[in-house]
């Protein structure tokens, strides 16, 4: 095993059996996930992605193929060894999956009431956890009184409850809005920094696997199409599952929607602050900085910039007279470049 893996899967096949078909979940799916990352699986619905994580808790026993975790494979492990591979892992869900007749405290002590510790150190545990995850006021509620981001909160300490080394999360900000997606995504962040657990992250969300991840495998119909580091994958996808999910309107669209591009040369005789904002101003025109590397000396600007210029052509060519008008070397370049 390498010495970094924590998990590692190997020719891992799951096929289910209904009394009408045969459905392959996964196919010969192989890849490491290394200790101390976060790792994200990305895939359309129906891709695999939840039976994957399942086989990685066992949840799902694997048709053919190896799960190992920590060292351990998890096929040859008799019930009693699986079970403690098991709370080595914690896992989120999509829906929190609380029990609605328990508060939050009592939701965290459930796992360590399953695993016998006494009833004061479990509740002196889940009120460190109720802490770590901010929600220390919070101990009383029941999920119904809670917010989506409060209950998912409330999952995540009790995932933490018997100091799992893995956490999984299949789909754990799917239910969730953008502002409450960021802080769920944040204090995961800060539990594979603090705490050193290893995060592995099922979505469908490209922005999810850009906010927080460091590699990512693309799962595209039960086959792994593409793993590498975000940077790669988003700078140069090479499947064509990771190019839908990172353009979903298409590549070409978006090359093809006449978009306009300029550089601008700053070479001391204006400063840049005003040239850019005044344009935005007079000419009610919204730009993108795709690149810049300014400097300011003194007040004024050196260097140069490339600002992507409005979809509407009208705008467009108002902001490049615009330009034109200032202390600045102003060109129009091909958008190949920098779309
Ligand atoms: P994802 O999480 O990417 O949406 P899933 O892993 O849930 O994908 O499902 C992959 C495929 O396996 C789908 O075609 C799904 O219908 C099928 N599947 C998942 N679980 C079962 C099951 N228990 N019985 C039969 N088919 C299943």
Do not use: W
Not at 24 to 49: M, N, Y
């Amino acid at each position: 095993m390498e010495q970094d893996a924590i998990v590692r899967i190997r020719d891992l096949n799951k096929t289910f059996r209904t009394k009408t078909n045969t459905v392959v979940a996964l196919d010969g799916v192989s890849l490491d996930v290394t200790r101390g990352e976060i790792f994200g699986i990305i895939g359309l619905s129906g891709a695999g992605k939840s039976t994957l994580v399942r086989c990685i808790n066992f949840l799902e026993t694997p048709t053919a193929g190896t799960v190992e975790v920590d060292g351990r494979e998890l096929g040859a492990l008799s019930k009693k060894e699986l079970l403690e591979a098991r709370r080595s892992m914690g896992m989120i869900f999509q829906q929190f999956n609380l029990l609605q007749q328990r508060t939050a405290l009592q939701n965290i002590c459930f796992p360590l009431e399953i695993a016998g510790v006494k009833k004061d150190e479990a509740e002196k545990r889940a009120r460190e956890l109720l802490g770590i995850v901010g929600l220390t006021e919070r101990a009383e509620a029941y999920p119904a009184q809670m917010s989506g981001g409060q209950q998912q909160r409330v999952a995540i300490a009790r995932a933490l409850a018997t100091n799992p080394k893995i956490l999984l999360c299949d789909e754990a900000t799917s239910a969730l809005d953008p502002t409450t997606t960021r802080s769920i995504l944040a204090l995961l962040k800060e539990i594979n920094k603090n705490l050193g657990i290893t995060v592995i992250i099922i979505t469908h969300e490209m922005a999810v696997i850009e906010e927080i991840c460091q590699r990512v495998a693309i799962i595209d119909s039960s086959r792994i199409a593409e793993i590498g580091t975000v940077e790669q994958v988003f700078t140069r996808p090479k499947s064509a599952m990771a190019k839908q999910l990172i353009y979903p309107n298409g590549e070409r669209d978006r090359l093809a929607t006449g978009k306009r591009y300029c550089r601008i040369v700053f070479d001391g005789n204006s400063s840049f602050e005003p040239v850019v904002s005044n344009m935005v101003l007079e000419c009610k025109a919204a730009v993108n900085i795709m690149f810049a590397d300014t400097k300011d000396i003194d007040g004024k600007a050196y260097g140069q910039m490339i600002l992507q210029l409005p979809e509407d052509e009208r705008a467009a060519s108002r902001a490049l007279a615009y330009l034109e008008t200032q202390n600045v070397h102003v060109e129009e370049v091909d958008n190949d470049a920098y779309a």
